[in-house]
């Protein structure tokens, strides 16, 4: 396994440890990778007020928004077992802005890091709806 994808894979993990989630029981961690060649984890963020909690993807991005950039080239997410932990529908969303039209490779990992899918954001979501899709004709 090429290094890069190496380490995003660890960065995922050690946010997926680092997750907060003891309602479902089910840490997730996320890394995204930018153009740029940084590397943004982010975890879930559960809540007493259960719809409150906030996915692993979104907390990745936005620390990678944060940090000034703006277009994703890989994301990993690495599970709690053996389940292939695909992004939810509202994540789907959240990466297709910054993956563009085209898609973006995503990586799904069991909770050892072990590859369970690879396929893109245009995969996952696809016919999205995206920044491209905005009429600037406003009347
Ligand atoms: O890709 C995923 C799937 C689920 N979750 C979180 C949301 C919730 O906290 C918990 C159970 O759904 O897992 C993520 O963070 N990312
Ligand atoms: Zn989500």
Known sequence: MATDMKALIDAAIKA?????APYSNHPVGAAVLTTDGSVFAGANVENA????GTCAEAGAISAMVLAGEREIAHVVVVGPGEATCTPCGGCRQKIREFAGPAGKPITICDKDGNILLETTSAELLPHAFGPENIDEAKG
């Open 16 to 20: 997926r440890d680092a997750a907060y």
């Open 49 to 52: 007020a259960y719809p409150l």
